[in-house]
Antibody
Framework: EVQLVESGGGLAQPGGSLRLSCAAS????????MSWVRQAPGKGLEWVSV???????YYADSVKGRFTISRDNSKNTLYLQMNSLRAEDTAVYYC?????????????WGQGTLVTVSS | SYELTQPPSVSVSLGQMARITCSGE??????AYWYQQKPGQFPVLVIY???ERPSGIPERFSGSSSGTIVTLTISGVQAEDEADYYC???????????FGGGTKLTVL
């Protein structure tokens, strides 16, 4: 059974940093494309970043240069390092596994972890 | 940057048909996917590859595509269908994933 469990959310100050983790089970993270998707309170879904099975990474313009996606194959875990945090980064962050048979989409989601950026 | 456009809200009477559209320049070349999200829950896929229905999704959910517009149709809307609906696709390069702004479906 595929499971994704996020952790690492919490309160951060503007300009601060947080690292989110997503522990996967039931499949191998390194063999799939994996993404982070976020949702600000009362707002819509926003794709944040993807890491391909070959290690290539891509980011939404809103986080480029501040966030870094990575994975630890030995721990079967996905990460999102978030630096220079802003109030507008406040959101529930979901990790999601991608199905890339055609146009990519998300076939499994975690429950999400809340990040609040506030002084 | 690439955008997908959805109406912010759609209202429909119980048992009637609801249609939610999503428009985007790359949709003739890229598939669209539809997600249903209820408060406090993660999104659930209800339509994939424009018109395919995952197992476990009721037959009243269907999808269609015409040029730059894809449409989610819910026939015989039930009270439990009240939720936010998001379309998902990718830009023409296939690199950047994009969600529509979401449509709040209200069942009257």
């Amino acid at each position: 059974e595929v499971q994704l469990v996020e952790s690492g959310g919490g309160l951060a100050q503007p300009g601060g940093s947080l690292r989110l983790s997503c522990a996967a089970s039931g499949f191998t993270v390194s063999s799939k494309f994996m993404s982070w998707v976020r949702q600000a309170p009362g707002k819509g879904l926003e794709w944040v970043s993807v890491i391909y099975s070959d290690g290539s990474t891509y980011y939404a313009d809103s986080v480029k240069g501040r966030f870094t996606i990575s994975r630890d194959n030995s721990k079967n875990t996905l990460y999102l390092q978030m630096n220079s945090l802003r109030a507008e980064d406040t959101a529930v962050y979901y990790c999601a596994r991608e199905n890339t048979a055609t146009t990519p989409y998300f076939d499994y989601w975690g429950q999400g972890t809340l990040v609040t950026v506030s002084s | 940057s690439y955008e997908l456009t959805q109406p912010p809200s759609v209202s429909v009477s119980l048992g009637q048909m609801a249609r939610i559209t999503c428009s985007g320049e790359a949709l003739p070349k890229k598939y669209a996917y539809w997600y249903q999200q209820k408060p406090g829950q993660f999104p659930v896929l209800v339509i994939y590859k424009d018109r395919e229905r995952p197992s476990g999704i009721p037959e009243r959910f269907s999808g269609s595509s015409s040029g730059t517009i894809v449409t989610l149709t819910i026939s015989g809307v039930q009270a439990e269908d009240e939720a936010d609906y998001y379309c998902l696709s990718a830009d023409s390069s296939g690199t950047y994933r994009v969600f529509g702004g979401g449509t709040k479906l209200t069942v009257l």
